[in-house]
């Protein structure tokens, strides 16, 4: 149980696109769903908890315009990162919250050319 | 201020017990984790310890917790070379409240 998904797992864009990201509970409701970001051989860097139904809590630093969330129902949250240039290259994780855990997806790898 | 550290890179031979430590800074947290990352997945919990607890062991994991020291530790029993990966302590700081990770540990398990 807890499993969580994310679509892509990779994607590759060019410079000025916008990329989305989907974020799935498949088999609880999370109605609190967290985005992290990942640069090589480094650590997780959380940017945003998103709740359902309501606005997003970006971290100091992150640009709510660039990285738009979206928590629409209790099992998707989406990323989208608008006018990806290539500095955003990364890996991308959700983690969706249960019973007070947090449940991690595989990941989705965006490189921006 | 919330910090977590952990040393960077860990070799050990396989059949030989890994140690990994962590250190965090935050006396107020309720739960630390150890997650596992391999190469371009997501993390995988391992194990976590409640802040009251000085012990936890599961099967070839054991995680010591000196809260004086706030100080974590991760052994992992007869490492097989499927163990090399990148390990990640973190502390959350109530029910539900975010992650604070750890910059990771590289372990790698040698024939």
């Known amino acids: 149980g807890a499993v969580v998904s994310q679509h892509p797992s990779w994607v590759i864009c060019k410079s000025g696109t916008s990329v989305k990201i989907e974020c799935r509970s498949l088999?609880?409701?999370?109605?609190?769903m967290f985005w992290y970001r990942q640069f090589p051989k480094q650590s997780l860097m959380l940017m945003a908890t998103?709740?359902?139904?309501?606005?997003?809590?970006?971290e100091q630093g992150v640009e709510k315009d660039k990285f738009l969330i979206n928590h629409a129902s209790l099992t998707l949250s989406t990323l989208t990162v608008t006018s990806a240039h290539p500095e955003d290259s990364s890996f991308y994780i959700c983690?969706?919250?249960?019973?007070?855990?947090?449940?991690f997806g595989p990941g989705t790898r965006l490189t921006v050319t | 201020g919330e910090d977590v550290e952990q040393s960077l890179f860990l070799s050990v031979r396989e059949g030989d017990s890994s140690v990994i430590n962590c250190t965090y800074t935050?006396?107020?947290?309720?739960?630390l984790y150890w997650y596992k990352q391999e190469p371009g997945a997501g993390l995988q919990l391992l194990t976590y310890?409640?802040?009251?607890?000085d012990m936890k062991q599961d099967q070839r994991l054991t995680v010591l917790l000196n809260k004086k020291d706030k100080h974590l530790s991760l052994r992992i029993a007869d490492t097989q070379t499927g163990d090399s990966a990148i390990y990640f302590c973190a502390e959350r700081l109530n029910q539900g409240g975010k992650l604070i990770f750890g910059q990771g540990t590289e372990l790698s398990v040698k024939p």
């Open positions: 088999d609880f409701q999370a109605t609190t």
């Open positions: 983690s969706a919250s249960w019973a007070g855990e947090q449940y």
């Open positions: 998103s709740n359902e139904g309501s606005k997003a809590t970006y």
């Open positions: 310890i409640f802040s009251n607890m």
């Open positions: 935050d006396s107020s947290s309720t739960y």
